[in-house]
C-alpha cells in the first residue's frame, strides 16, 4: 500500500501569518477588481441585506424604472446574461417581489412589474444601499469615482467583445 496521508500540524505556538500577495497579482487589474467585488459582496450582506442580491435589487431598480419591459431587453440593463435573468426573475416572482405577465403579442416574451411587495422591499433597501454607497464612495458620494468605476465597466465590456487583443 501507499504512505500513510500526512497531515501537516501548525505548532500551537506558532503565530498564523497570512502572506501577502504577489507582486504580480497586485499588477493585475483583475485581481483588484476581484477584490473590489469580494468586499462589496461582504458590505451588501452586512450593511444592506443578507437576503436580497446586488443582481436582485438591480432588477427591482430596473423594473421601477421601466415597467412593463421585457425581462430580455433589461437583461443588459443590469449587465445580466439572459439566462441568468430568466433564472433571477423567476425567484423574485417567486417570492412575490415582481409580476412576470406573457406579452399579448408574444408569448415568450416576459413583462414585468412591481408588486406591492417589491416596491415596499425596494423603498427599504435602496435607502441602505444609498448608506452603503456613500460610505463606499467616501462620504456624500464621490459622484467622479463612480463615475470612474462606470467608465472603467464599459471599457472592459467593450475588451471583453473583441476577437482578439492588439
Request: charged letters at 25%; aromatic letters at 4%; proline letters at 5%.
Amino acid at each position: 500500500m501507499g504512505e500513510p496521508a500526512r497531515t501537516s500540524r501548525r505548532r500551537e505556538d506558532a503565530a498564523a501569518v497570512t502572506p501577502a500577495p504577489p507582486s504580480d497579482l497586485l499588477a493585475a487589474p483583475g485581481y483588484g477588481a476581484r477584490r473590489l467585488y469580494q468586499a462589496y459582496l461582504a458590505a451588501w450582506n452586512r450593511h444592506v441585506d443578507p437576503v436580497l442580491t446586488g443582481p436582485q435589487f438591480a432588477v427591482l431598480s430596473a423594473v421601477r424604472a421601466y415597467p412593463g419591459s421585457d425581462q430580455s431587453s433589461l437583461a443588459g440593463a443590469v449587465a445580466l446574461d439572459t439566462s441568468t435573468m430568466a433564472d433571477l426573475c423567476r425567484r423574485l416572482e417567486r417570492r412575490g417581489l415582481i409580476q412576470r405577465v406573457e406579452s399579448p403579442h408574444d408569448a415568450r416574451r416576459k413583462l414585468l412589474s412591481l408588486t406591492d411587495e417589491g416596491k415596499t422591499v425596494l423603498s427599504q433597501v435602496n435607502r441602505r444601499a444609498r448608506r452603503l454607497d456613500k460610505a463606499l464612495l467616501g462620504g456624500e458620494g464621490d459622484v467622479d469615482t463612480a463615475a470612474l468605476l462606470n467608465a472603467l465597466s464599459a471599457h472592459w465590456e467593450r475588451i471583453a467583445t473583441v476577437d482578439k487583443l492588439r
